[in-house]
């Protein structure tokens, strides 16, 4: 056991008990101690079961692996590999001077004359802003903007559908039900000064003799905007109001429809100090009309108001 211990071989011990083979052991032999009585074996354990119990008996055998053999010969030389796969292109080469320019071209002919272009015939009348009415005539239409400086009123639509009776209206129609002005819209401005603890009409003119007309026979929708402002004194305060509401002239008796209008008071930053005082109707016949009666309650300090009204009328 010595001697497998400083060869260059491996050596292997086993050990079992004698009748029970259960208990074994098997090492991989590192080194071998002679004492002269016995021998002490350093291995690595491989195979490990159950103990050795004082008394029993125990079978010890050894094996050793023969040493390396020589090397072989050499083996015969591979088959060639396949082709390696084909490198990049190479980058562009720079791009070459440029050339002189060539010589200028000669000139074309000149083109022929364009025709004379086509008279146009202004047409139209005084009180009417005109149009073309065809590709070479400008004239009056069924169609048209019509401003009436006599009696300070401004249509949009046809003479035969729109009906301006009040100075500073701004009438609109187009088409009719059965007669001109039965289906129309309008606007107006009224406007006055009040005085302070006083009431005042806003009128259409500076005068203060025009008035919002209600036609005969015919019946309008109302809203207007009102605007209040104190134009002297240092508080300047203002008030904004909405009145609403309808009127009607039949047979020529002016009346409001129904409980009469509603107003409110929108803004204001003097709590009550300006107000309507009343909405009703004037006159008869064709001079009938809408009042708007607005108070001043300010001590001192005057007042311009002006009222914007839009309305819808409808005639029999």
């Known amino acids: 056991m010595s001697a497998l211990a400083t060869f260059g071989s491996q050596a292997y011990v086993q050990l079992y008990e ?15 101690s002679n004492f002269g009585t016995y021998y002490v074996v350093n291995g690595t354990n491989i195979v490990a079961n159950g103990s050795v119990t004082t008394g029993s008996t125990y079978t010890i055998s050894w094996i050793t692996n023969g040493s390396s053999g020589s090397a072989g010969t050499s083996g015969s030389s591979g088959t060639s590999g396949s082709s390696g796969t084909s490198g990049s292109s190479g980058s562009s080469g720079t791009s070459g001077t440029r050339g002189t320019s060539g010589s200028s071209g000669s000139s074309g002919t000149s083109g022929s004359s364009g025709t004379s272009g086509t008279s146009v015939v202004v ?11 065809s590709s070479t005539t400008i004239g ?7 401003e009436m400086p006599s009696d ?11 009906l301006a009776i009040s100075y500073g209206q701004i009438a609109h129609a187009k088409d009719n039900i059965s007669m001109q002005g039965d289906a129309q819209t309008s606007q107006i401005i009224l406007k006055c000064n009040v005085n ?18 209600i036609p005969v026979d015919g019946a309008i929708a109302f809203e207007a905007q009102v605007i209040i402002l104190e134009y002297t004194g240092s508080n300047n305060y203002a008030t904004f109001i909405k009145i609403q509401g309808a009127a009607k002239n039949i047979g020529g008796t002016p009346a409001m429809v129904g409980s009469g209008a509603t107003w409110i008071t929108g803004t204001e930053d003097q709590p009550g100090l300006h107000n309507v ?40």
């Open 277 to 316: 005082n009343a909405v009703s109707v004037a006159g008869s016949g064709a001079g009938s009309h809408l009042v708007i009666e607005i108070k001043n309650g300010s001590l001192t300090e005057k007042a311009k108001v002006v009222a914007y009204v839009r309305y819808t009328q409808t005639l029999f």
């Open 140 to 146: 009056d239409t069924q169609y048209d903007v019509h």
């Open 152 to 162: 300070g009123t401004l249509s949009f639509g046809p003479s035969t559908d729109t």
């Open 18 to 32: 004698v009748g029970n083979t259960s208990i074994i052991g098997i090492w991989q032999v590192i080194a071998v």
């Open 196 to 213: 302070a603890l006083s009431s005042g009409v806003p009128r259409s003119d500076n005068a203060g003799s025009s008035n919002l007309i």
């Open 123 to 133: 047409g139209g009348t005084g009180d009417v802003f005109t149009k073309f009415t």
